[in-house]
């Protein structure tokens, strides 16, 4: 075989697919031991008498991950339990479990594929309905509020307060406003000096007659 040219060469190496190594992110539900039964089978009491091979196929190692999902809610949902008995409570109901696992799934997902714009959206939105549950729960049981961020692991920081940059544009438009704001006052006083002096009319006019 003839040789190749060295600009051949170059062009075959520039065309060489690049191989990329996979980043090895740790996932939040790698804790979950992988012989734990499913939810729905977990409490089942004939499944102490089943074979190893069924037991491993209702197993979390056999299990897709919306299935070790609700198994990692369920442990959420124990940890901020005001009672063994506690079904209603707003921390129980509410959106702070499922939502803190999904924003660690949506952070997981966009290390692994950053240009993912619709996950990041979703992201956001999440993180910022997650906030006002936060801020409803510390304005109501503010106790209730650390045992959560404490159990759940959410650092919960105060939102920044609200400033306005002063310019000249918003200058004049404030001072255009108030201007009008006096003017309407002034509207409205004389409108009500007017209705007190037809109310006096009406009363001194019975007595005129007498």
Not at 19 to 40: A, E, G, V
Not at 134 to 156: A, P, W
């Amino acid at each position: 075989h003839p040789a190749c040219s060295p600009a051949l060469q170059a062009a075959r190496g520039y065309a060489r697919p690049v191989t990329r190594k996979k980043k090895d992110i740790p996932s939040q539900l790698d804790d979950l031991p992988p012989t734990m039964l499913k939810k729905d089978y977990a409490n089942l009491p004939i499944m102490d008498s089943m074979d190893d091979v069924v037991k491993r196929l209702l197993s979390l190692e056999m299990a897709s991950q919306k299935e070790k999902m609700k198994i990692k809610i369920q442990q959420l949902v124990e940890k901020v339990r005001r009672s063994p008995r506690d079904n209603g409570s707003f921390e129980v109901q509410g959106k702070l479990k499922p939502g803190k696992l999904l924003i660690r799934m949506f952070e997981e997902h966009l290390q692994r594929h950053p240009k993912d714009k619709s996950n990041r959206r979703q992201m956001l939105m999440d993180v910022d309905r997650r906030r006002k549950l936060l801020s409803y729960l510390r304005r109501v049981r503010f106790d209730t509020f650390e045992n959560t961020c404490q159990q759940l692991g959410i650092q919960y920081s105060l939102p920044p307060p609200y400033t306005r940059r002063i310019t000249k544009r918003w200058l004049v438009k404030k001072a255009f406003c108030i201007k009008v704001f006096q003017e309407a006052q002034k509207l409205k006083a004389a409108e009500k000096l007017k209705k007190r002096q037809q109310q006096a009319r009406v009363r001194a006019g019975p007595e005129k007659q007498e």
